[in-house]
């Protein structure tokens, strides 16, 4: 092998880091940041019911209705 191939092996193996904090730490701040979005998302629950467009009223009792009843005077009654 060449001496400049020995060398990129040999950088390489060096080239590993340590991380800054220990592995659970970053556990912990995952699951830190995963509960401050399900609270923020838990906070806006209900929000969509108390925007929506109001609905039209129904009629009245004593109003006039239509009715879907079938023309052939059976009162509605299929065969």
């Given at each position: 092998?060449?001496?400049?191939?020995?060398s990129?092996?040999?950088?390489?193996?060096?080239?590993?880091?340590?991380?800054?904090?220990p592995v659970?730490?970053?556990f912990?701040?995952?699951?830190?940041?995963?509960?401050?979005?399900?609270?923020?998302?838990?906070?806006?629950?209900?929000?969509?019911?108390?925007?929506?467009?109001?609905?039209p009223?129904?009629p009245?009792?004593?109003?006039?209705?239509?009715?879907?009843?079938?023309t052939?005077?059976?009162?509605?009654?299929?065969?």
């Open positions: 092998m060449s001496d400049r191939a020995v990129l092996i040999t950088q390489g193996e060096e080239a590993a880091r340590e991380l800054p904090m659970i730490a970053y912990f701040i995952t699951f830190a940041l995963f509960l401050v979005a399900l609270a923020v998302t838990w906070s806006f629950r209900n929000t969509a019911y108390k925007v929506q467009a109001p609905r009223s129904r009245a009792a004593g109003s006039q209705e239509v009715t879907h009843e079938g052939s005077g059976t009162g509605g009654a299929h065969r």
